[in-house]
């Protein structure tokens, strides 16, 4: 099955720098890619996913990056902020009904 | 729109018992999942069910079922309770199946604590 690794566990950045979270997936069958914030006692929040059809994706501050052939992605951050400061969640899925496969987190940690 | 709500928030049990949590999908959501997310990990699947069908099912033992109703809304069902069933329990909803690469969206969980 589908497997999912994590890096870094733990990053911090000063305000204002940009933060990187890279995964890598196993199954090369896998074409959707998402990215959860969690923050402490809160429910996982979608800020921004992408399908393999697509090798980059932005939304203001955030950015994420595919690359097929190598089976990874990576989530982008520039500019950040305290309040960014949260668990981040990489996902992957296949075509097929499979389920999302997550990561085991990244606790960032924007220190003003 | 109301999100993904989740009942109860907090539930304390003892070994040996049996728990019901409940998830009421978005509005126009028709596919539930559930997932346990353990402390410091991402969460792990436990079941989908889309339009009432259970769709997959991750590796739990079989004291873990579930079901969907009429309404899309879903109850996950935990028999014979070990300490190691402590974990946040997620619902999550899409649009769709998760084969159509739909986003999930998550509720607050509920938090089940085993004594």
């Known amino acids: 099955g589908e497997n999912v690794e994590q890096h870094p566990s733990t990053l911090s950045v000063q305000e204002g720098d940009s933060a990187v979270i890279k995964c890598t997936y196993s199954?090369?069958?896998?074409?959707?890619f998402p990215w959860y914030k969690q923050e402490l006692g809160k429910r996982p929040q979608l800020i921004i996913d992408i399908r393999s059809n697509v090798g980059e994706k932005k939304d203001q501050r955030i950015a994420v990056t595919l690359n097929k052939t190598a089976k990874h992605f990576s989530l982008h951050i520039t500019e950040t902020q305290p309040e960014d400061s949260a668990v981040y969640f990489c996902?992957?899925?296949?075509?097929?009904?499979?389920?999302?496969?997550f990561g085991k987190g990244t606790r960032l940690s924007v220190i003003a | 729109d109301a999100g993904v709500t989740q009942s109860p928030t907090h539930l304390i049990k003892t070994r040996g018992q049996h728990v019901t949590l409940r998830c009421s999908p978005i509005?126009?959501?028709?596919?539930v999942s559930w997932y346990q997310q353990v402390l410091g990990q991402g969460p792990q699947f436990i079941f989908q069910?889309?339009?009432?069908?259970?769709?997959g099912r991750g590796n739990f033992p079989d004291r873990f079922s579930a079901r969907q109703f009429p309404n899309y809304s879903s109850e996950l069902n935990v028999n014979a309770l070990l300490l190691g069933d402590s974990a946040l329990y997620l619902c999550?909803?899409?649009?769709?199946?998760?084969?159509?690469?739909?986003?999930?969206?998550f509720g607050d969980g509920t938090r089940l604590s085993i004594l």
């Open positions: 999550a909803s899409s649009k769709a199946g998760q084969g159509l690469g739909q986003p999930q969206h």
């Open positions: 509005s126009g959501h028709k596919s």
């Open positions: 996902a992957a899925s296949t075509a097929g009904n499979t389920p999302l496969v």
């Open positions: 069910y889309y339009e009432k069908e259970e769709r």
């Open positions: 199954d090369s069958a896998s074409n959707y």
